[in-house]
Every structure is written in structure tokens, then in C-alpha cells.
């Protein structure tokens, strides 16, 4: 799960993903391998999973300044490598059949030593999920993502509209815009959905009524 910008939706995304997948009784996991400033993210995926698998594995670099992960670790003077992250995160994957990895921040912010999410996405071989809220400048912004990935070669896209709470003129027109600039990528438009809780009980009856099943086909 990767977005357009910070703030956007990935982890209501990721949540409710991993909600549908574990209500039908899919072996999944999701991951939060990111994090800066707090673990709101990472501890709701701990929750829906139980607390089965531990925070330290859910989210393996954590850091203390709310601000993009490679300048919050050099704070703090750490150095994450390409190589660590990837090693953080195939460790889980023998453990599941499906594993979801929430990004941090937007697409090309740095995370780590000389990578951000794109490269990280190269490496692992992802099929990706861009999330881009409904809103004025998602054209743009979705663009330019959708760029920045196949010119990396990155394969397997889908985008996941998601309305807002106050939505513009431009989230009358965006999904059809984006359908029409982007014909080969699967677009889900996700729904507007109030009472917004960091918690799993929230997450698991949202995914009952969305459609994150075309996302993950």
C-alpha cells in the first residue's frame, strides 16, 4: 500500500483489507515497516491481528520524530539500508499467504539510506495499491505515482479512490478522469466512511460493506 501523499487513506485501506481477508479466513498478515512520530498504524494492524504476531515485527523501525523516516532515524543517529528493510519484511512472508505492507508517507518519501517505497517495491517484486484521496490535485498526484512506477517496471497497479469527509468540485469528476487517463489500471472507488476509529472492531464492520475484495484480486 503506497500513496499519493501522507494522510491519505493508507491505512484505512490496509485495515480494511486485512479485515476482509481474515473474515474469510484468508492466512494474512499486514505490515506497518514504518513508522515516525507514533505507532497508531501499527498498533491498529496489531489489534486486528490479535496481537498474535509481535509489534516489533509488525512495525520493525519505529522512530520518534514526526517526520519522514530516513530524517527522523538520521535523528536519532540510525542508518536503515534497502537490505534490512527487505530483510524485516520476506521474514514474514512464510508465514502467510497474503502479506500486506502499509508504506509510510508518499510514494518516493525517503525511508530509509539512499530508498524510498518504490525502490523497496522494486526489490520485493509488490504488486502495488496506490491510494489517492477524492479530492482537487488527485489527478496530478496520481499520475505522477502511476509514472514513477512503470518507469521502475513495477507491474500489477491498482488505485483506490477514497472520497472525503468534505468532498470538491473535483471529486464529482475524478474517478471518470482517472479511468479515462489510466484505461489499464483497475480503479476502486471507496466510500466516504464517518466515525473514523484507529480500532479493529471499526475496521472489521467497515470491511463488510466495502468493496476491498476487487483490490485484492
Not at 498498533?43 to 530516513?70: D, G
Not at 471529486?171 to 471507496?190: G, T, Y
Request: proline letters at 6%; glycine letters at 6%.
Amino acid at each position: 500500500m503506497t500513496g499519493t501523499d501522507t494522510g491519505v487513506g493508507k491505512t484505512f485501506v490496509t485495515g480494511c483489507c486485512l479485515a476482509h481477508l481474515l473474515r474469510s479466513a484468508k492466512k494474512a498478515r499486514a505490515l506497518k515497516p514504518f513508522c515516525s512520530g507514533e505507532r497508531t498504524d501499527a498498533l491498529l494492524l496489531w489489534e486486528l491481528q490479535k496481537q498474535r504476531i509481535p509489534l516489533e515485527s509488525i512495525n520493525p523501525f519505529y522512530f520518534k520524530k514526526p517526520v519522514a523516516p530516513w530524517t527522523a532515524a538520521r535523528a536519532e543517529k540510525k542508518s536503515i539500508t534497502l537490505a534490512d528493510a527487505r530483510h524485516a519484511i520476506e521474514a514474514q512472508t512464510r508465514e502467510c499467504d497474503f502479506l500486506l505492507i502499509e508504506g509510510a508517507g508518499g510514494l518516493l518519501s525517503p525511508l530509509g539510506e539512499n530508498f524510498n517505497a518504490a525502490d523497496l517495491i522494486v526489490q520485493l517484486g509488490c504488486e502495488v495499491i496506490l491510494v489517492a484521496g477524492n479530492r482537487l490535485g488527485v489527478l496530478n498526484h496520481t499520475l505522477l505515482s502511476v509514472e514513477a512506477l512503470t518507469r521502475r517496471g513495477i507491474r500489477g497497479i491498482k488505485i483506490a479512490l477514497i472520497d472525503i469527509a468534505a468532498p470538491d468540485l473535483a471529486s464529482q469528476s475524478n474517478e471518470k478522469d482517472l479511468r479515462s487517463l489510466c484505461p489499464a489500471i483497475p480503479l476502486v472507488r471507496l466510500p466516504f466512511v464517518p466515525n473514523y476509529k484507529p480500532e479493529a472492531p471499526f475496521f472489521e464492520n467497515a470491511a463488510v460493506n466495502l468493496d476491498v475484495a476487487g483490490l485484492l484480486e
